[in-house]
């Protein structure tokens, strides 16, 4: 089974500052037959259900603010914050849906202000 | 609206059973597979199964595989998870989730509120 590998685990970031977030798997996530990367990330607040952020590793979900955005292909990605803001307070967390499943999730970044 | 709504919290004692339950509604019930992620208290996420109810076929994590069952009521609209005998370590938040595309490799865009579930003696 693939798994999943996020760094850091926390990190304390700056208003305004840029955030980065990589996420690594043991195998590829990108299949060839239609060129995409079958990887999405995920924000959770707590008290809340996670939310889609960023999915074929790179498109942005309808509704997420155009400061995340996400990079990388085969085993390495990155989810980028261009300037975090109060709100961007959370758990991130990075989530392999390629082939048959099982899938997995990373074990979360936590981003807080510094 | 696509939503997913999840039955309330539950307070159960270890070797107990429990089923737990997700509603859908604002789409093709039988078209989209379903999945189960567990969050224990100040942990990540973890992906259990899924099911693709038209005809019930079902996927599960190792980790999860043989001590909880992953079920779906065409009828109802309806998927749940349920474990025959509870343990200490099953406490946590579980969620069910859509995934945005029919096909079953698809991130996933619909969640439910959660179900908390506490197992103490």
């Known amino acids: 089974d693939i798994v999943m590998t996020q760094s850091p685990d926390s990190l304390a970031v700056s208003l305004g500052e840029r955030t980065t977030i990589n996420c690594k798997s043991s195998?590829?996530?990108?299949?060839?037959?239609?060129?995409?990367?079958?990887l999405a990330w995920y924000q959770q607040k707590p008290g809340q259900p996670p939310k889609v952020l960023i999915y074929?590793?790179?498109t942005r979900a309808s509704g997420a603010p155009d400061r995340f955005s996400g990079s990388g292909s085969g085993t390495d990605f990155t989810l980028t914050i261009s300037g975090l803001q109060a709100e961007d307070v959370a758990v991130y967390y990075c989530h392999q849906y390629f082939g048959p499943p099982p899938w997995a999730f990373g074990q979360g970044t936590r981003v807080e202000i510094k | 609206e696509v939503q997913l709504v999840q039955s309330g919290a539950e307070v159960k004692k270890p070797g107990e059973s429990l089923k737990i339950s997700c509603k859908a509604s604002g789409y093709n019930f039988t078209s989209y597979w379903i999945a189960w992620v567990r969050q224990m208290p100040e942990k990540g996420l973890e992906w259990m199964g899924i099911i693709y109810p038209s005809d019930s076929h079902t996927r599960y994590s190792p980790s999860f595989q043989g001590h909880v069952t992953i079920s779906a009521d065409k009828s109802t609209s309806t998927a749940y998870l349920q474990w025959t005998s509870l343990k200490a370590s099953d406490i946590g938040m579980y969620y069910c989730?859509?995934?945005?595309?029919?096909?079953?490799?698809?991130?996933?865009?619909?969640w439910g509120q959660g179900t908390l579930v506490t197992v103490s003696s």
């Open positions: 074929w590793a790179s």
């Open positions: 195998q590829s996530l990108l299949f060839r037959s239609d060129n995409k990367n079958y």
């Open positions: 989730a859509r995934p945005a595309r029919r096909g079953i490799s698809a991130w996933f865009d619909y």
